[in-house]
Every structure is written in C-alpha cells, then in structure tokens.
C-alpha cells in the first residue's frame, strides 16, 4: 500500500514467494532482516524464508519433518527458528470454515532450526497443546531454546473454536481457556520442559518488538472474562518481578491485541505507548486508545473515536511517520 493507505497490490518478492505467507513474519532488531514461511495442508507444508533489509528474497527452504498441522505463527531467536507442530492438523471432514481438527493421535512437538545455512530442526516432544500465537522465543544463558505462549488444551481449543465459528453452543467470549506458558527446550538433554505461568485466560500477547528473540522483561496481553475476571482487560506481566498490571476494560467493552510503540528518546524496555482498538458491545462503536505502556492503569493518553465499528483488533502494526 502507499503511504497514503491505497492499495497498490499483492507483494509477491519480485515473483519469488509461491506460497502463503504466515501472518506473522519476524524483523530481526539487529539485522532488519524479515523471516517468514508459508504453511499448507499438503506437501511440502512448510516452507522458511528470509528477506534481507532491503526486502529481497535470499532463502527459501523446505523444512523438513513438519506435519500438516495449524501453524499461524513461529519462533525466531538469536540464532533458531522455533516451529510448532502441534495437534490441530488438517482434517478434510471438518464442515466448521477453516478445515483444521485437534488430534488426539498426532505427536505433539516443537522444532529448533538453525538459522545460519541449509539445516534440519530438531524436534522436542511436548505435552498436546496448541498454541496460536508466539509471544517470544529466546535463547537462555545455559544455551536452552525458550518459548513463550498462550498455550490451549483440548477443552479450551474446542470451546474457543465453536465461538470461531459460530457453532451452535458457542461459549459467550472468544477464548474461555488459553493461558501463558512457557516452554523450555534443552539441546544437551533433547528434552522439553513445560510450564504454566498464570491462569488467566489470555491471548494476543505482544512485547517490544526491539526485543525480539531477546530475553524481555515485559509482555502485555488481553484478558478475557473466566478465571476471575468478570470483564474484558489488559494486562502486563513483569517477569522481574512476577507483577501485573490489570487494566478493566468497562462494561460491554472489549480491548484488541496491545502494540507497543516506542517513546523517542526512551531508554526503558517500556518507555512507550500501548495503542490497541477497543469494541463498545453494546453501542456497536469502537475507538482507538493510545496507553502509557509504562502504567496501563493510568486513563488513557489520547482515545479516537472511530466513525464505524471495527471489530476489536486481533492483531496491530504501527508505522513511524518519517
């Protein structure tokens, strides 16, 4: 698109990318360099590519050993991808929309690649679970892969799944189960360990994206109602600490994806701004809210109000005005 919002066209690399494109490709900080991949149903079902800073095409590999599973997002650290193949996987029978059903008899796992060169994964097995989206993957001092996710057990994926969809018995909010995990895989050992790290019912968790494939400190994130909240809320996590800050949504008010936007001249990994579309259910408007990324709870910095609904933002970017 132009500066301006019209739409130019599809961006293709030139005719280089022949497949789908994840919905959540990866800058590298320190390189600008863009990773991605493509998924599908069938063979070849997953494909890695990265595209230097000037935004042309240099690698393009099959990764092999990958399954037909749902895989909207990934992990990029230091010097690792993370793949998940984990138990949603294509199934030609599902009549819901979207063509993907839990399996109770897929193997689980979790893939680390090597960045550098033409490479295999290894894979970890892990407990079933599915997880949507990656907060942050990262490469801990013992050199041990860590992920961070809202991770989904059977029960929650098929509940949250009906409201998708719109199936009959839908549960009243979209997520009614997905909490923060954290999984931690360990190359000397080839083992993986897993771990709950709140039980809040949360998605779409977003950092400071300066830190991504970086250990981060702060992860911001929308809470749903269940689990003691009776509303809608935001909500930031200190990993320092283990404190959170819970930001009440109002009544019949339902925040989208937090993204982070940095402060000019911050310092601090949460000097910045919190901008996220908030849904007013019941007067079918929406505004945009602009946050102190520092203190969610303080009221907002600025809030738009939008001149029709939009749904609350699954998912953000932000585009400093140069």
Not at 32 to 47: D, I, K, N, R, V
Not at 139 to 149: K, L, S
Not at 217 to 245: C, H, I, M, N, W
């Amino acid at each position: 698109m132009s500066p301006e919002l019209d739409t130019i066209g599809a961006y293709d690399f030139r005719g280089r990318l022949t497949t789908a494109m994840t919905a959540h490709p990866k800058e590298d900080p320190e390189t600008g360099e863009l990773h991605f991949f493509g998924y599908s149903s069938m063979a070849p079902y997953l494909t890695y590519y990265v595209a230097d800073a000037q935004g042309e095409l240099i690698r393009s590999q099959v990764v092999p050993g990958a399954g037909p599973t749902l895989m909207h997002d990934f992990g990029l650290t230091a010097h690792h991808t993370v793949w998940l193949d984990l138990p949603v996987v294509f199934d030609a029978e599902e009549h819901s929309g979207i063509p993907y059903r839990w399996s109770d008899t897929y193997r689980p796992r979790i893939g680390v690649m090597p960045r550098s060169g033409p490479a295999e994964p290894v894979w970890y097995e892990v407990a079933a679970g599915a997880m949507i989206h990656v907060t942050n993957a990262y490469e801990d001092a013992a050199g041990r892969i860590v992920v961070e996710g809202p991770r989904y057990d059977r029960s929650a994926w098929e509940s949250s799944w009906k409201w998708w969809t719109g199936a009959p018995g839908h549960p009243p909010v979209p997520d009614v189960g997905s909490m923060r995990h954290r999984w931690i895989l360990d190359p000397a050992t080839g083992t993986a360990r897993e771990e709950r790290l709140d039980s809040l019912v949360t998605e779409f968790a977003t950092i400071n994206e300066a830190l991504t494939g970086s250990a981060h400190r702060y992860t911001y994130t929308v809470a749903f109602p269940g689990a003691g909240l009776e509303r809608y809320a935001l909500v930031k996590y200190d990993a320092s600490t283990g404190q959170r800050q819970i930001a009440d949504a109002g009544p019949g008010r339902m925040y989208g994806e937090p993204y982070f936007v940095p402060a000019a001249g911050g310092t601090a990994e949460d000097d910045g701004y919190l901008m996220t579309l908030v849904s007013d259910l019941a007067r079918d408007a929406s505004e945009l809210l602009v946050l102190s990324a520092r203190d969610i709870t303080r009221p907002p910095i600025a809030a738009v109000e939008l001149p029709r609904r939009v749904p609350a933002g699954i998912h953000g970017s932000w585009i400093p005005d140069a």
